[in-house]
Nanobody, 124 residues
Framework: QVQLVESGGGLVQAGGSLRLSCVASGRTFSIFAVGWFRQAPGKEREFVAA????????DYAESVRGRFTLSRANAKNTVYLQMNSLKPNDTAVYYC?????????????????WGQGTQVSVSP
């Protein structure tokens, strides 16, 4: 079992920044990658970014590339999503998820464990 807890969401004006954290516990040695997804009201969950657990490889959705950055604090089993130049359409509940296997993935069905989500709201 792997447990994931997100934090760092909040309300920010357009152009502002937030840093989300995802703390993993349990069988973290079995994690291959951590992904971030988001879901806005009335919309499907969409891929945001993913990072291999070793912190070497990353993948970003086109909509966030150049604005969002993933990093990992190994000793803390924590993955960070730094979000800059936020836009109102970034407003959503953001979830982190853990994936086993051997490749990064942008498909939510490829992720086994999920956090409870953290709300990000960006005002115009």
């Amino acid at each position: 079992q792997v447990q994931l807890v997100e934090s760092g969401g909040g309300l920010v004006q357009a152009g502002g920044s937030l840093r989300l954290s995802c703390v993993a516990s349990g069988r973290t040695f079995s994690i291959f990658a951590v992904g971030w997804f988001r879901q806005a009201p009335g919309k499907e969950r969409e891929f945001v970014a993913a990072l291999t657990w070793g912190g070497i490889n990353t993948d970003y959705a086109e909509s966030v590339r150049g604005r969002f950055t993933l990093s990992r604090a190994n000793a803390k089993n924590t993955v960070y999503l730094q979000m800059n130049s936020l836009k109102p359409n970034d407003t959503a509940v953001y979830y982190c998820a853990a994936r086993f296997g051997r490749t990064l993935s942008s498909y939510s069905s490829d992720y086994t464990y999920w956090g409870q989500g953290t709300q990000v709201s960006v005002s115009p």
